[in-house]
């Protein structure tokens, strides 16, 4: 939000400097993120003395000054010489010099004035050490309109004041610029979204007396309530709306200091109707909307839900279909407005309105919020809508506007107003016990002090009846705070009666954070000593093997990814499939997400696996290498979950695309192959202590893979690798094969060999090396043939290794051969028989669960 310094001047008094104001209010919790000075810049301009002013040599219509500019900027000890072209210069005078390399925003030199706040039409000019006519000059004595002070240019500007040459012109004379803050508006503080909530803080924070405009409310009824009517139909959604009616209004432009005040803070000027409801806005924080009470049919207002496929034209002329259930303003015959967010071009004021409906309304801020976000539409009056304006200001913000439109257009307020109020304010009322909020600050802050900090911004401060308290207490034992219930006993409280304006104060604990932020976060003493827990927390082994796993991909030459967990709906629907996943189920949507690209968390890693790879593609990248690690989320009915309905765990995600191996004078290109991916996983995996893991190749295509390995241990699924499918290459326009995998790294941990390594000494006794071909179904995997081999191979079977894979003429239709290499070993010498009878094992294992047959 924009804010304006000398607006804000209006209500408290700020002698503090720009910067001083910023950090004043950062630290109260309404962080400046920038600051702006506005108007001419006078840096360089200096108040010089004229000692002498002598007739030009060579020019009729100059003169030849000598100034005194200070020790500082004389040259050499004495005064400088300037040549002045105008009729007024005399000795004796102040007068402004602009020193050289001074860069002045001068008019352009066609001899008509040109008004300071018209920027665009100045040029930049560096002032330099020269020669007039001959004659040197060190400078420039300027007018008034030369420094962007006013429009005369008939002389210089002579000063009135005695200060010392010199002495910086800013320092003299006040400009006519302004200071601009952006503050960045936290979604708890609806309060500080006009000047006047900023203006309260300010006043609250320098111990200021706020002062806030004469306003003066009509009662409800009168001669408005019989020109107008209002219909709640959606009470929820609009507690409260007030019409003020004003006739006989002339349409035209705002004038200058109203203008001045909007294009101040960033806001464009339309006409002096809807300006007027623009800067009481920003004034007020309360949004108002003009409507031309001649296109407002039956002179009927009607607040209403929208109906499905129900369209709107909005004032930026677009057609917009809005959602089931958007809070609509309606006259007798259609809708002239959406509710909170922007008003209908059907009913827009312009230049031949002469009659004018005022709004003022309450609306739900989730209503808002819903609205604008599935519209993609985000305005001033939403902004403060969806974070909740105060529900009492409607006829006070209606009242100050109309009688400003009356006054600046030339119109009558109707007598009187429609205040439809179905449902009023309550307000919230908190119980404080100082000795808590001492203990939570840090600090020995008076009770005194407490109720005057409260006070200051407009909180009611009494003391605490004494059912209050026991009622406090009760809640407390009820909740299982004992502690709680014991210091309400103890100590005195407060009854707090929160604004309403600050419907983010809800509880204690909200009411003692004001008292901090006035008090001053800075004051808070430093303690001398911080407890520590005696005990460190413990270390968990899946998050140890996790970082050496991260620290093996990067020195295997991968890159980290750190990507968004949050992802547009679609996306995460679309890569929760149980091709991927495991298991079906439902992404997890976010409530009332800021954006449609972040409305649901991801449900997997390779989302952004895929975005990452196709970026890097398109910019020339050849070969891919990309890891990441983070949480994936999914609906779940397992009820042992700690939020039920929901389930999350740890990944990690590896991808590799493009060269694997550049060619070279010895050797070819080769690309990287799902392969390649395998071995990396199972390095990884290997490396954290996860021991014989099978592998269920799936060749069918699915959504998301075009082909895929799943990893097992046991009965847990690990992890799976596979090819993308086409349809996901194509979707984010992959130029090359991308291969992907995922690891569930919990259930990887839960099955990890963990713990110290043990030496194993290597054997002195020889291994017995032992070939077996064997004849299987060409379509029998090869992976649960080498596990049944490791099961039957017993205490001697020291590896396994697959060696030849062969189908061709020689085999019958519909078989295939696979060649392994077994190592026998032990701590002794083997003999023949033993290995024998081991492979006996094994080959009749293989041919009873494969039905393999061993091959001569």
Known sequence: MNLSLNWLREYVPVDLAPDALADLLTMAGLEVDGVEATGPSLDGVVVGHVLSAEPHPNADRLRVCRVDLGPELNADGEPVQIVCGAPNVAAGQRVPVATVGTVLMLPPKNGKPVPAEAGSDRQPVTIKKGKIRGEVSRGMICAEDELGLGDGHDGILVLETDAAPGTPLDQVIETPGDVVYDIAITPNRPDATSHIGVARDVAALTETRLTLPDVETPPAGGEAADRISVEIADEEGCPRYVGMVITGVTVGPSPAWLAERLEAIGVRPINNVVDVTNYVLHEMGQPLHAFDLALVAGETIRVRASEPGETVTTLDDQERTLPEGTLLICDAEKPVAIAGVMGGANSE???????????????????????????????????????????????????????????????????????????????????????????????????????????????????????????????????????????????????????????????????????????????????????????????????????????????????????????????????????????????????????????????????????????????????????????????????????????????????????????????????????????????????????????????????????????????????????????????????????AAEIHWEAAARVAKTGLPRYQRISRFPTVERDLALVVDAAQPVGPLAETIRQRGGKLLRGVRLFDLYEGERMEAGKKSAAFALTFGADRTLRDKDVDKAVAGIVKALEREHGAVLRS
């Open 349 to 739: 004021v312009s230049e031949s309105t002469t009659d004018i409906l005022l709004e003022s309304a309450y609306f739900d801020p989730a209503r808002i919020r819903s609205a604008s976000k599935a519209l993609n539409l985000q305005t001033d009056a939403s902004y403060r809508f969806e974070r909740g304006v105060d529900p009492t200001a409607q006829t006070r913000a209606a009242a100050r506007a109309a009688a400003l439109i009356a006054e600046l257009a030339g119109g009558t307020v109707v007598p009187g107003m429609v205040d439809a109020h179905p449902v009023r304010h309550e307000p919230t009322v908190v119980t404080l016990r100082p000795e808590r909020a001492r203990q939570l600050i840090g600090a020995e802050i008076e009770d005194d002090e407490m109720v005057a900090l409260l006070t200051a911004i407009r909180f009611e401060v009494t003391d605490a009846e004494a059912d209050t308290l026991d009622a406090f207490a009760e809640g407390a034992l009820a909740s299982g705070h004992i502690e709680d219930a014991t210091e309400a006993a103890d100590h005195a409280g407060l009854r707090v009666v929160v604004p309403p304006f600050r419907p983010d104060v809800e509880r204690e604990v909200d009411v003692i954070e004001e008292v901090a932020r006035l008090w001053g976060y800075d004051h808070v003493p430093t303690p001398r000593t911080a407890p520590v827990a005696l005990v460190p927390a413990k270390d968990q082994p899946a998050d140890r093997t996790l970082a050496a796993a991260r620290r093996q991909l990067a020195a295997l030459g991968f890159r980290e990814l750190f990507t968004n967990s949050l992802v547009p709906k679609e996306t995460a629907a679309t890569y929760a499939g149980a091709d991927w996943t495991g298991s079906e189920a439902e992404p997890v949507e976010t409530l009332n997400p800021i954006s449609q690209e972040i409305a649901a968390m991801r449900p997997s890693l390779l989302h952004g696996l895929v975005g990452a790879a196709a970026y890097n593609q398109k910019r020339g990248a050849d070969a891919i290498r990309f890891f990441e690690t983070g949480r994936v989320y999914r609906r779940s009915a397992d009820a042992g979950r700690p939020v039920e309905g929901y389930a999350e765990h740890t990944a990690l995600g590896i991808a590799v695309s493009g060269t694997l191996q550049p060619q070279t004078w010895d050797a070819p290109a080769r690309e990287a192959d799902i392969y390649d991916l395998k071995g990396v996983v199972m390095a990884v995996l290997r490396e954290a202590g996860v021991q014989r893991v099978s592998e269920t190749p799936r060749r069918e295509p699915t959504d998301l893979t075009a082909y895929a390995i799943e990893l097992h241990v046991g009965k847990h699924r690990l992890a799976v690798l596979a090819r993308v499918s086409d349809a996901v290459m194509q979707a984010a326009d992959l130029t090359a094969p991308l291969y």
